[in-house]
């Protein structure tokens, strides 16, 4: 079965670290830009980061600059979000997305975009809560 399969998340405290990963099952990484979006609860979806499929252009949400980062490794097929100094607010469900069609045109065009019929293809999502 085609798809992507989200781990790394957990209860963590205010402060400290997560590494979330993305793998994919029955498909290469390779061609896809990958995106990392959040549903907390009550509030609607929100894109949390995007990378192109090269690697070379990425874009984050304002609330998690300087705190978060985006990378992949197409050798393992994996994409991942690296989530430090986490703080209550970032508690939520992490879901990763990958498409691979000329729709969007920027990585920050990708994290508008928070509909899942418009990817390829979309994890089960992750929980991450953050709380002491």
């Known amino acids: 079965q085609l798809q992507l399969v989200e781990s790394g998340g957990g209860l963590v405290q205010p402060g400290g670290s997560l590494r979330l990963s993305c793998m994919t099952a029955g498909f290469t990484l390779e061609p896809y830009a990958i995106a990392w979006f959040r549903q907390a609860p009550g509030k609607e979806l929100e894109g949390v980061a995007c990378l192109n499929r090269f690697g070379d252009k990425s874009t984050y949400v304002d609330s998690v600059k300087g705190r978060f980062t985006i990378s992949r490794d197409n050798a393992k097929n994996t994409a991942y979000l690296q989530m430090n100094s986490l703080k209550p607010e970032d508690t939520a469900i992490y879901y990763c997305?990958?498409?691979?069609?000329?729709?969007?045109?920027?990585?920050?065009?990708?994290?508008?975009?928070?509909?899942?019929?418009?990817?390829?293809?979309w994890g089960q999502g992750t929980q991450v809560a953050v709380s002491s």
């Open positions: 997305a990958a498409d691979r069609t000329p729709r969007f045109t920027t990585v920050q065009a990708m994290c508008a975009t928070a509909r899942v019929e418009e990817y390829n293809y």
